[in-house]
């Protein structure tokens, strides 16, 4: 799956409207995810690297093999900033306790120097509220969360709008295989705003990124004169001006099942 997970979808905001249709199993389960974003001095990136590699990551793919989990990952921001995470990672539950038992596990695993070194850190348990992934095995690539503040009480208003206009284009483009993934969360545990809502989209490549950039575009340059009216006004009274905050990481691991 980031800063306010600052965790993934789309490359614009387009409003008014009614929830796409998506595959039944993924609008009836629910599911938690856990983020956890790290500051790591440049000098330790690649011993942040190497311990996941060697001692989170078996941990988090046992729990994804055993039901546990169905899906983990890390990532490494592409876009930094002063004070922004540098690394981060995820995973998602269909339970509370299955959330709690990967944390568990973590916290009795060996040691993890780099982790030591970090200069900030801070996690983020969320509801994903409507989602559609391919299973993956050892998959890496791109991973984009658009985080949005919206106006009181509009949350969900803001999710509904978006999945009229925007998701039926990452449909097409999952088809395609150009997406793995896109979902919406809220924070389950508020550690900021209730209102806020992340946008997160996985690309198997750059240039698949690429593609869905190019087929957004298209879908809003095609917008009639009344759709590009609907949707400018719709996102003044949704969304909270200037809140909008996006994230592009590198996903170095990543396994869904």
């Known amino acids: 799956m980031l800063k306010r997970i600052a965790g993934l979808v789309a490359v614009v905001l387009l409003v008014f409207s009614a929830p796409v249709a998506l595959p039944q199993q993924d609008q009836a389960q629910t599911v938690y995810t856990f983020v956890s974003l790290w500051q790591i001095p440049r000098a330790n990136w690649a011993q942040f690297s190497e311990n996941s590699e060697k001692i989170t990551n078996p941990i988090l793919q046992k729990a994804l093999a055993d039901g546990t989990i169905i899906s983990w990952g890390n990532f490494e921001t592409v876009v930094h900033t002063p004070d922004g995470m540098t690394h981060g990672g995820w995973f998602q539950a269909t339970s509370l306790a299955g959330i709690t038992r990967v944390l568990d596990e973590l916290l009795k695993g060996a040691s993890r120097p780099a982790l030591n070194t970090a200069t900030k850190h801070e ?11 391919s299973p993956q095995a050892g998959a890496s690539g791109y991973v984009r969360v ?12 803001l999710v509904a709008h978006i999945q009229k206009y925007i998701w039926p284009v990452l449909e097409d483009q999952f088809k395609k295989g150009n997406v793995t993934y896109y979902a919406a969360d809220e924070q389950y545990i508020l550690t900021g705003p209730g209102s806020s809502r992340n946008f997160v989209t996985f ?16 879908r809003l340059a095609g917008m009639s004169a009344d759709e590009r009216q ?12 200037d809140s909008t905050r996006d994230m592009l990481a590198r996903v170095t691991h990543y396994a869904q099942k």
Do not use: F, I, M, N
């Not at 658009?146 to 208003?157: C, I, W």
């Not at 690309?203 to 298209?218: G, M, N, R």
């Open 203 to 218: 690309y198997p490549s750059a240039e698949a990124l690429d593609k869905v950039v190019t087929a957004v575009s298209a």
């Open 230 to 241: 609907a949707w400018q006004e719709g996102l003044s009274k949704l969304t909270v001006p």
């Open 146 to 157: 658009r985080t949005v503040l919206a106006q009181p009480g509009k949350g969900d208003d």
């Open 123 to 133: 996690d983020h348990l969320l509801r994903t509220l409507a989602r559609h992934a």
